[in-house]
């Protein structure tokens, strides 16, 4: 079955530095996309960015960039030049094959404190 | 810009009321999700569906059902509302099709609690 998984429960980053939030994930599915969520305490889930398994390049979406390693299962987020406004929740998501539903698998979620 | 809404943003009930969560997406998207997220826990799927009058289980269907009437609104109902639901329930709409343009689309969360 399909899993995803972050290990960091919080993380604290200094503004304007970088930093980078975990995501490994487990399937014996050659298709499939990964995404990534940032919800504010308001609650809201904003995309962040896809990174489809084909794809031969890092998806990059702004400050915002994808290190996909398809051999380790890892799809790390990279924050770069952290702001105040990027605290938040962080959910790193993976989409099962469409032929078998293609629904979301979400992991448990990082909160992300960018301290002043 | 896709608009996906919910009837509420906070709701208190009882234990044993029926409840009504309703979700609303003014895109004509096929595919509409409804989760409930709790700490540490992410979001996890309670049912969805294809289609009107179509709906499949999820990871966590116990105690809910659903109804989609028409394509634009996917309807959650407790039956018989318990404090271990709960919980913030977000519902969720997509286009048919895979790939980056077909995400998910939320809306803002219903945050529900049981006394």
């Known amino acids: 079955a399909q899993k995803i998984t972050q290990t960091q429960p919080g993380m604290f980053v200094q503004e304007k530095e970088a930093v980078t939030l975990d995501c490994t994930y487990d399937t014996s599915d050659p298709s499939y996309g990964l995404f990534w969520y940032k919800q504010p305490s308001s609650g809201e889930m904003i995309f962040l960015i896809y990174q489809g398994s084909y794809d031969q390049q890092n998806a990059t979406e702004g400050r915002y960039s994808l290190n996909f390693q398809k051999a380790r299962k890892s799809a790390n987020l990279v924050i770069s030049a952290s702001q105040l406004g990027d605290s938040a929740m962080y959910f790193c998501?993976?989409?099962?094959?469409?032929?078998?539903?293609?629904?979301?698998?979400f992991g448990q979620g990082t909160e992300l404190s960018v301290k002043p | 810009d896709v608009k996906v809404t919910q009837s509420s943003r906070y709701l208190v009930k009882r234990t044993g009321e029926k409840v009504f969560l309703e979700c609303v997406q003014d895109?004509?998207?096929?595919?509409m999700f409804w989760y409930r997220q709790d700490p540490g826990l992410g979001l996890r799927l309670i049912y969805f569906s294809y289609d009107v009058k179509m709906k499949e289980k999820g990871d966590i269907p116990e105690g809910y059902s659903v109804s989609r009437e028409k394509k634009e609104r996917f309807s959650l109902i407790l039956e018989s509302a318990s404090t271990n639901q709960t919980s913030m329930y977000l519902c969720?709409?997509?286009?048919?099709?895979?790939?980056?343009?077909?995400?998910?689309?939320f809306g803002p969360g219903t945050r529900l609690t049981v006394t």
């Open positions: 969720a709409s997509s286009p048919m099709g895979a790939g980056r343009t077909y995400e998910q689309y």
């Open positions: 998501a993976m989409r099962e094959p469409y032929n078998q539903g293609g629904k979301l698998i």
């Open positions: 895109m004509d998207h096929e595919n």
